[in-house]
């Protein structure tokens, strides 16, 4: 899968810009502040029609303006036209200028992976930071499971206010808290599935990958989940045996909601016993295990970003992922330092630099 093109309106730092990428590699440089991560960004919302670094869509509207777009023309077997607006009032995507009414329809689409500096610290923040990861991954592969996640939000939401007015106004029906816990726990267990493939999926390549970065150490992924081993009428029962406790708390207690994973080197765990090197290590062996998932599931290479390449990795490890990288997935690397770049990478490379809020091929 190539991105052969992107054009941006009102865009961050960019008001116009339109260029054409090499189909292998793109390496992207300029000083600390000229819009090198806010190229990549976009190249990301392409993809998933969210940010990686933030929650808030609006901020990736241009200062002063009141709308952005993005588009790009991705190849595959055919070229095809993506586009995501974003203006104050909400969202639309669009792929060859139809508009797509399901973001579960658009985002499977464009496979992008990206690996950016300092993201090991997820592994010292909360379980819902390691979920939202999961979840933007399994996304990318599973189509429904977008779907099944705001089902399962939209129920856990109105069974804890339920439980709540249970409490309050003891009058209320505990056969109504039933079929929201059935309905919750059918979506739970759809998506306890699916993380459990996931994870059973990204392990079988993940060991040999640590490795070939690393050479040595075993690393693992271990799924965390009340549901764990557990059929749907276990699930019930557990709701059903803490019942008192979910009222007087006002809460679910139990659920895919509370899921987390633990990334295990050598069976210990690397967020209390790694070095700050090995969980970045980690983190990109997940990445390129992500990759080997998804070439053999989609049959297709996804489009690889890597960056500010030498704050994400060590110089001893770009040498390595410089030999590693598939020549034939495309490649965006950004970076202020051009000159640690092997020559004959540079040599295989567009070039564009960044500098004033515009973007310039080198030749
Ligand atoms: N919504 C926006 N409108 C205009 N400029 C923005 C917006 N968001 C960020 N910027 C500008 O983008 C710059 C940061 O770009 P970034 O891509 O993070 O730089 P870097 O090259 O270091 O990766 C800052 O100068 C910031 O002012
Ligand atoms: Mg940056």
Redesign the pocket.
């Known amino acids: 899968m190539k991105l052969n093109t992107i054009k941006l309106t ?5 008001e116009h810009l339109e260029l054409k990428f090499n189909n292998h590699l793109n390496i992207i440089y ?12 976009a190249i990301y919302a392409l993809s998933i029609t969210k940010s990686f ?1 933030t929650n808030n869509d609006k ?7 009141l709308s952005t777009k993005i588009e790009g023309e991705i190849e595959e077997k055919t070229k095809n036209n993506y586009q995501v607006i974003l203006n104050k009032e909400g969202k639309k995507v669009k792929i060859n200028n139809n508009i797509i009414s399901k973001v579960s329809d658009y985002i499977t689409n464009i496979n992008v992976i990206l690996l950016e500096p300092d993201e090991q610290i997820i592994f010292n923040s909360s379980p819902q930071v390691r979920r939202k990861l999961i979840n933007i991954e399994i996304s990318k592969i599973e189509k429904e499971y977008i779907i099944y996640l705001n089902n399962y939000n939209k129920i856990l939401k109105q069974r804890n206010f339920y439980l709540r007015d249970l409490y309050i106004n003891g009058n209320a029906s505990k056969e109504y808290l039933d079929i929201l816990t059935k309905k919750l726990v059918e979506y739970g267990f759809k998506i306890f599935e699916l993380r459990d493939k996931f994870i059973k999926n990204i392990n079988e390549f993940i060991v040999n990958e640590y490795q070939s970065i690393c050479h040595n150490g075993k690393l693992n992924i271990i799924y965390n989940s009340d549901y764990k081993n557990k059929s749907i009428d276990d699930i019930i029962k557990l709701y059903d045996k803490n019942y008192n406790r979910e009222l007087t708390l006002g809460k679910t207690l139990y659920g895919i909601h509370h899921d987390d994973v633990t990334f295990t080197l050598d069976d210990k765990d690397i967020s209390e016993w790694g070095s700050n090197g090995q969980k970045k290590n980690a983190i990109f062996a997940f990445k390129l295990a992500e990759i080997k998932l998804i070439s053999k599931e989609k049959n297709t290479l996804p489009i690889l970003i890597l ?2 390449l030498f704050s994400a990795l060590d110089n001893e490890k770009v040498k390595n992922i410089i030999n590693l990288l598939n020549t034939d997935m495309q490649t965006f690397i ?1 970076t ?1 330092e051009l000159d640690r770049l092997d020559k004959n990478l540079l040599l295989k490379a567009s070039i564009f630099k ?1 500098e004033n ?1 515009e973007i310039r091929e080198e030749y």
């Open positions: 009102n865009f961050r730092n960019y300029g000083n600390n502040g000229e819009g090198k991560t806010n190229l990549v960004e670094r901020m990736l509207i241009r200062n002063g303006e960056d500010d950004t202020t960044v809020n």
